[in-house]
């Protein structure tokens, strides 16, 4: 198959790893050269880590590298099958770029988005052929996240989708589809644990150390909340929240924290900033949390129901199924369980419960259970058992 990638950034330059390492012939194009020059520079570097660490040996980096090609004209990506763009989150540009690319490529070629959270039915929109567009969405780092989210458009043929699924899976990554909503699975079902970790923050219940040791310790999250945003950058998981919140029509749930807004706003974006929600300049210490079992279990509840909470609305409104909901959280963030098995775990009635506790002391819509687990509660049925 011969795969074109439009933009050579680090989320470009992962899948062109992953469509070169299952021997497609791939394109990767940017109308920089310098940065094309780095992708190829950082793949080099890459795989001679892959090889020190014994993963590949030096005849596989070899065909790996002659698998990708760096081209600086759009016109080069004409004899794709398929193309995959991973440019800037503005979806004037990105319609831009695919309706220039239709005038390339053949008619049975596929044109995939990356977005995490735009409209695929937008962008297909930008095509004479818009059947033939659909969002196929990696996670960072592409070449080791298992989880791609594909995304059929209401414009996405049968035909299409089959295909993409087919050739993600071929591609040895777990394929979770998903309906095209703000967020699609990931970026919807997770914004709980920024947004409440930060409402537990304003509240002055607890520090953000203490947040994110509760998360980790009674929750098993690899990373806290706010270690995870200075990872991800303040700016860019602030975007993403302000995206979800207004394509929701302004949904409660998903209210943006003027925390975040200022952290950016200031410029402490994180670890490539230097500063975010802690500091990462060279000899700082990070703040020790209070470690108080009883508060931590109390916030890592608080912030587990409201994301279980979220799976069970995105079930409700047939967003994904169960199975690629669950799979969806596990392989994409790495979260220690499914959020529908790990309810099913808690309790249903529990987890009603303590929402509508949340519900009564707040008064607040962003705290509303979810119709389908109240339902279940009702009639104590189980998401898996």
Request: net charge negative.
């Amino acid at each position: 198959m011969n795969v074109g990638i439009i933009g050579s950034g680090t989320m470009g330059s992962g899948i062109a790893q992953v469509a070169a390492t299952a021997s497609c012939k791939v394109k990767l194009y940017d109308t920089n050269q310098d940065a094309l020059d780095k992708a190829k520079a950082a793949l080099e570097k890459i795989l001679n880590r892959l090889i020190e660490k014994g993963r590949i040996d030096a005849d596989e980096k070899v065909r790996i590298q002659s698998n990708i090609a760096y081209v600086d004209s759009l016109k080069d990506l004409s004899d794709s099958n398929l193309t995959i763009e991973a440019i800037i989150e503005n979806l004037d540009i990105k319609k831009k770029v695919f309706s220039e690319l239709e005038n390339y490529v053949a008619n049975d070629c596929i044109i995939a988005s990356n977005t995490s959270s735009l409209s695929i039915a937008s962008i297909a929109a930008s095509l004479q052929k818009p059947e033939r567009c659909v969002g196929i969405h990696f996670f960072n780092p592409a070449p080791l996240m298992k989880l791609v989210e594909v995304i059929p458009a209401i414009q996405t043929s049968e035909a299409v989708l089959q295909k993409s699924i087919e050739t993600i899976s071929d591609w040895k990554k777990i394929v979770a589809v998903a309906k095209d909503t703000p967020g699609f699975i990931v970026n919807r079902v997770a914004r709980p644990f920024y947004g409440e970790a930060l409402r537990i923050y304003e509240e002055g219940i607890a520090d953000f150390a203490t947040i994110d040791w509760s998360l980790k310790t009674i929750g098993g999250f690899r990373m806290g909340p706010f270690e995870l945003m200075d990872f991800i950058g303040n700016d860019v998981n602030y975007t993403v929240t302000e995206t979800v919140f207004t394509a929701f029509y302004f949904d409660p749930r998903y209210k943006p924290a003027f925390t975040q807004k200022r952290f950016s706003e200031a410029g402490y974006l994180g670890r490539k900033s230097g500063k975010g929600y802690y500091d990462y300049s060279e000899g700082a210490t990070k703040p020790s949390p209070t470690e108080d079992k009883g508060l931590a279990e109390k916030i890592c509840n608080r912030v587990l129901v409201m994301l279980i909470n979220e799976a069970a609305d995105a079930l409700f409104l047939n967003i994904a199924s169960a199975e690629d909901i669950d799979n969806a959280m596990t392989k994409g963030v790495n979260y220690p369980k499914g959020l529908l098995a790990w309810a099913d775990e808690i309790g249903i009635d529990k987890c009603v419960n303590a929402l509508d506790r949340l519900y009564d002391e707040y008064h607040e819509d962003r705290y509303r259970c979810s119709p389908l687990l109240r339902k279940m509660s009702r009639e104590h049925k189980t998401f898996f058992k």
